[in-house]
Each structure stands twice: as C-alpha cells, then as structure tokens.
C-alpha cells in the first residue's frame, strides 16, 4: 500500500525542460522498483522510464532514451524525471508508480504536461 502524489508538471515550449516529482508514503516504498508512465487523451497509457529500488539500474522507452533521466532519492521518498528537449508529441498526463514484487500496483493522480509548438 503505497500512496503516490505527482507534481511539477505544466506548459513548456519545443526544446524546454521540466522536472516532475513523485513523493512516496507507505508500504516499504524504498524497496520497490519505481517508475513513469504517460497517457494521451484518446491513446492507451504507455511506459516512460522505471528504476530499481537501489537505483542501480534505469529502463527507458526508446521514445524518451536520450531526453529523460529517472533518479530517486531514498531519503526523500521521492523520484524525478527530468525531461530535456521537450517535443510536442511529449505532451500526456504523466503517473507515477510503484512496482511491488513485480507489479505496477500503485499509480498517482497524475501530472499534465503540455509542449507547445
């Protein structure tokens, strides 16, 4: 049972960056695998970028590999993703979620990110 609250979205133009947080409570929330998901109005929600509990290792979908960066910090029960040169086709509500044993069984409200042309 983990709660998963996302902020830092918002509207850049083509080329810009922002950084989304996801701040974590309950459950053993440092010893899950991590990770962001988007979703487009009228398109299915599709995987981003996922870490591992330790941070050791990061995955990333080819759209983002490049751009993204996913980190964490254990200490703040927090994970970011940073996103550089920004493209319209970026544009989705972005999820956080955790990954206990090997399923995304928890999901946050979500964040919308616009890019602007």
């Known amino acids: 049972q983990v709660q998963l609250v996302e902020s830092g979205g918002g509207l850049v133009q083509a080329g810009g960056s922002l950084r989304l947080s996801c701040a974590a409570s309950?459950?053993?929330?440092?010893?899950?695998?991590m990770g962001w998901f988007r979703q487009a109005p009228g398109k299915e929600r599709l995987f981003v970028a996922a870490?591992?509990?330790?941070?050791?290792?990061?995955n990333y979908a080819d759209s983002v590999k490049g751009r993204f960066t996913i980190s964490r910090d254990n200490a703040k029960n927090t994970v970011y993703l940073q996103m550089n040169s920004l493209k319209p086709e970026d544009t989705a509500v972005y999820y956080c979620?955790?990954?206990?044993?090997?399923?995304?069984?928890?999901w946050g409200q979500g964040t919308q990110v616009t890019v602007s042309s």
């Open positions: 309950g459950g053993s929330v440092n010893s899950y695998r």
């Open positions: 870490i591992a509990w330790s941070g050791a290792s990061t």
């Open positions: 979620a955790a990954q206990p044993r090997g399923v995304w069984g928890s």
